[in-house]
T-cell receptor
Framework: AAGVIQSPRHLIKEKRETATLKCYPIPRHDTVYWYQQGPGQDPQFLISFYEKMQSDKGSIPDRFSAQQFSDYHSELNMSSLELGDSALYFC?????????????FGPGTRLTVT | QKEVEQDPGPLSVPEGAIVSLNCTYSNSAFQYFMWYRQYSRKGPELLMYTYSSGNKEDGRFTAQVDKSSKYISLFIRDSQPSDSATYLCAMSVGTGGFKTIFGAGTRLFVKA
């Protein structure tokens, strides 16, 4: 079965640079979630989109922005990168407004800021 | 205080043991309770979810929710070395609420 696809899988950036992470949800899933997971930490909810509209917002820094496109893929844009932004970034997808309890995660993008 | 508390472990058990993993929470609005399994450097994998209070069984896994105590559990019967992973509890308010709060995760080691 098709899973959530994230690209790139690994990304190395320098401080103050910009990064764009992409997420392709499971076919027919209309909701996308973004999480940040630091080393040894639990996934922290950043933001979610349902039907191309922002549906909920968590601890996402103002330097980050995200959107969901007409084909339901989503992009997380990160500017003015800081060393502390180094983490695994997961995207998850689900179906429908009540699907938050059944999220399917992608393999993650490992971002390293040097 | 975090909304969801989970002992990070590590928890080490012999093969075949019954494993009990637990989380407590403070937000009474949570309606959906999930358990995820995460292998090193991989994305979390949904094991099962429960709505409101009660029990749910799926193979060797049983999830329990006690909303009156704000306490949830995951039991793994006949544990196998392949069960060695980090187990994360997660919760959401459900309809109209997409934000999901994760516990810190418990690292489980099942020794052959």
């Amino acid at each position: 079965a098709a899973g959530v696809i994230q690209s790139p899988r690994h990304l190395i950036k320098e401080k103050r640079e910009t990064a764009t992470l992409k997420c392709y949800p499971i076919p027919r899933h209309d909701t996308v979630y973004w999480y940040q997971q630091g080393p040894g930490q639990d996934p922290q909810f950043l933001i979610s989109f349902y039907e191309k509209m922002q549906s909920d917002k968590g601890s996402i820094p103002d330097r980050f922005s995200a959107q969901q496109f007409s084909d339901y893929h989503s992009e997380l844009n990160m500017s003015s990168l800081e060393l502390g932004d180094s983490a695994l970034y997961f995207c998850a997808s689900s179906l429908g407004v009540t699907g938050a309890y059944e999220q399917y995660f992608g393999p993650g993008t490992r971002l390293t800021v040097t | 205080q975090k909304e969801v508390e989970q002992d990070p472990g590590p928890l080490s058990v012999p093969e075949g043991a019954i494993v009990s993993l637990n989380c407590t929470y403070s937000n009474s609005a949570f309606q959906y309770f999930m358990w995820y399994r995460q292998y090193s450097r991989k994305g979390p994998e949904l094991l099962m979810y429960t709505y409101s209070s009660g029990n749910k069984e799926d193979g060797r896994f049983t999830a329990q929710v006690d909303k009156s105590s704000k306490y949830i559990s995951l039991f793994i019967r006949d544990s196998q070395p392949s069960d060695s992973a980090t187990y994360l509890c997660a919760m959401s308010v459900g309809t109209g609420g997409f934000k999901t709060i994760f516990g810190a995760g418990t690292r489980l080691f099942v020794k052959a």
